[in-house]
């Protein structure tokens, strides 16, 4: 039988796994820490970020559509990371590809606000956006290995510390900012800490077990033929449409439908990202306790069921509550469907993690678009409504899908 068939792949995956599964305990406990650490400054880098997109605006005097076109820089670099680098991760390891990854972002975050010029920023924010990407697929691809290693879920928990490194991002930026540092100083900050422990952090991850030639080839060419990572990359990016549109019409639902204070409003997205914190870390529990099919319809169905509270009844309560309930329930949705697209047989982790991922990033670009555009021919509830739909239809065709793939 060729290097390039499903139970060629198999056998490597397998030879993979019993490498990692004879190192001690210990060793395989400070892989997961390794790779929580990893999780945390990969939020952190991207929040830093985050706060000063008006930073940038008013250094560049961007318009709306020009600074647009900078945030769609960041996002099609990631895209063609997605595209073109799950291969060459599967070949040079996470540890490799984690460092590329995440040098490349922590400098290209440093340069952000020192860029001079806008094209020259256009450059910086596409480079950050491939490696952000970079990092991305492989922190996902040591995460779905140390978890098979230890023999327990664990995604859920390092998507948590994503999130928690996230709010920390932010919330250490608005300090720093409120106390006087410059936005450039910030930004170098927050790029050395995160080099820092990257570079702590790198030595600990599992240890590389190379594909042969032969089966990276056939992996990367069943990638696009693998009806599985199709159906996950679907399920992927329906939950991302939902997901983006929380984090770019929360606050404005609340301000424009619930009329609540600015103050209010800006809770709102607060109690979404709180939500998600909260589910990812109870996310691997009830995965080890009911089943990844049981835990996406759950899930699905507590964001449907949060979402249309919200809609029906536009209180402050009520929706931050709703909007509480949508970020419990969609925490748990890319833990899942990634540590599912990991497994796929005949391809590599890696390469699975980079389609599902990127059909998940036109997710979500999508959702924002979307939501805005039937808002602009009806009201902001009705296209607000395409979230919900969006649950519905997770809640009624993951479990399918992930019973049918037995993950």
Not at 48 to 66: C, Q
Not at 339 to 365: D, I, N, P
């Given at each position: 039988?060729?290097?390039?068939?499903?139970?060629?792949?198999?056998?490597?995956?397998?030879?993979?796994?019993?490498?990692?599964?004879?190192?001690?305990?210990?060793?395989?406990?400070?892989?997961?820490?390794?790779?929580?650490?990893?999780?945390?400054?990969a939020?952190?880098?991207?929040?830093?970020?985050?706060?000063?997109?008006?930073t940038?605006?008013?250094?560049?005097?961007?318009?709306?559509?020009?600074?647009?076109?900078?945030?769609?820089?960041?996002?099609?670099?990631?895209?063609?990371?997605?595209?073109?680098?799950?291969?060459?991760?599967?070949?040079?390891?996470?540890?490799?590809?984690?460092l590329?990854?995440g040098?490349?972002?922590?400098?290209?975050?440093?340069?952000?606000?020192?860029?001079?010029?806008?094209?020259?920023?256009?450059?910086?924010?596409?480079?950050?956006?491939?490696?952000?990407?970079?990092?991305?697929?492989?922190?996902?691809?040591?995460?779905?290995?140390?978890?098979?290693?230890?023999?327990?879920?664990?995604?859920?928990?390092?998507?948590?510390?994503?999130?928690?490194?996230?709010?920390?991002?932010?919330?250490?930026?608005?300090?720093?900012?409120?106390?006087?540092?410059?936005?450039?100083?910030?930004?170098?900050?927050?790029?050395v800490?995160?080099?820092?422990?990257?570079?702590?952090?790198?030595?600990?991850?599992?240890?590389?077990?190379?594909?042969?030639?032969?089966?990276?080839k056939?992996?990367?060419?069943?990638?696009?033929?693998?009806?599985?990572?199709?159906?996950?990359?679907?399920?992927?990016?329906?939950?991302?449409?939902?997901?983006?549109?929380?984090?770019?019409?929360?606050?404005?639902?609340?301000?424009?439908?619930?009329?609540?204070?600015?103050?209010?409003?800006?809770?709102?997205?607060?109690?979404?990202?709180?939500?998600?914190?909260?589910?990812?870390?109870?996310?691997?529990?009830?995965?080890?306790?009911?089943?990844?099919?049981?835990?996406?319809?759950?899930?699905?169905?507590?964001?449907f069921?949060?979402?249309?509270?919200?809609?029906?009844?536009?209180?402050?309560?009520?929706?931050?509550?709703?909007?509480?309930l949508?970020?419990?329930?969609?925490?748990n949705?890319?833990?899942?469907?990634?540590?599912?697209?990991?497994?796929?047989k005949?391809?590599?982790?890696?390469?699975?993690?980079?389609?599902?991922?990127?059909?998940?990033?036109?997710?979500?670009?999508?959702?924002?678009?979307?939501?805005?555009?039937?808002?602009?021919?009806?009201?902001?509830?009705?296209?607000l409504?395409?979230?919900?739909?969006?649950?519905?239809?997770?809640?009624?065709?993951?479990?399918?899908?992930?019973?049918?793939?037995?993950i």
């Amino acid at each position: 039988m060729s290097e390039s068939t499903p139970a060629s792949s198999a056998s490597e995956h397998n030879a993979s796994l019993a490498v990692h599964r004879k190192l001690p305990p210990a060793a395989r406990e400070r892989a997961r820490y390794a790779t929580m650490a990893v999780f945390f400054i990969a939020g952190l880098l991207y929040a830093s970020w985050g706060v000063h997109v008006p930073t940038v605006r008013d250094k560049f005097t961007l318009s709306p559509g020009m600074l647009s076109f900078a945030l769609l820089a960041v996002a099609g670099g990631s895209i063609f990371a997605m595209l073109t680098t799950g291969s060459w991760i599967a070949r040079a390891g996470t540890r490799a590809a984690c460092l590329a990854g995440g040098i490349t972002m922590t400098v290209c975050c440093a340069l952000i606000l020192l860029a001079p010029y806008y094209w020259l920023l256009l450059i910086v924010l596409t480079v950050f956006g491939f490696g952000m990407a970079t990092l991305d697929v492989a922190m996902n691809a040591e995460a779905s290995a140390v978890e098979q290693a230890l023999a327990r879920p664990i995604m859920s928990s390092l998507h948590g510390m994503f999130s928690i490194g996230g709010m920390a991002g932010a919330a250490a930026g608005g300090a720093l900012l409120a106390h006087g540092m410059s936005p450039a100083m910030h930004l170098a900050l927050a790029s050395v800490a995160s080099l820092v422990v990257l570079l702590v952090s790198m030595p600990a991850v599992l240890p590389h077990v190379p594909h042969h030639d032969a089966h990276a080839k056939a992996s990367s060419s069943n990638r696009w033929r693998s009806s599985a990572l199709w159906a996950l990359g679907g399920l992927a990016l329906i939950a991302l449409v939902a997901e983006g549109a929380m984090y770019d019409w929360a606050t404005v639902y609340m301000r424009d439908v619930v009329l609540a204070t600015p103050a209010v409003s800006s809770a709102a997205y607060a109690a979404f990202t709180g939500g998600m914190a909260a589910g990812r870390f109870a996310g691997d529990f009830v995965r080890a306790r009911f089943g990844a099919p049981q835990l996406v319809f759950g899930s699905a169905a507590l964001a449907f069921v949060g979402m249309i509270a919200a809609l029906v009844l536009p209180d402050t309560i009520v929706t931050m509550t709703g909007f509480t309930l949508m970020g419990l329930g969609l925490a748990n949705m890319m833990p899942v469907l990634f540590a599912a697209a990991a497994r796929v047989k005949g391809v590599t982790a890696a390469e699975g993690l980079a389609q599902v991922a990127g059909l998940a990033y036109f997710g979500l670009l999508l959702g924002p678009v979307l939501i805005g555009g039937v808002a602009q021919v009806s009201t902001l509830p009705i296209g607000l409504s395409v979230v919900a739909a969006c649950t519905a239809l997770i809640a009624l065709v993951g479990p399918r899908i992930l019973r049918r793939l037995r993950i």
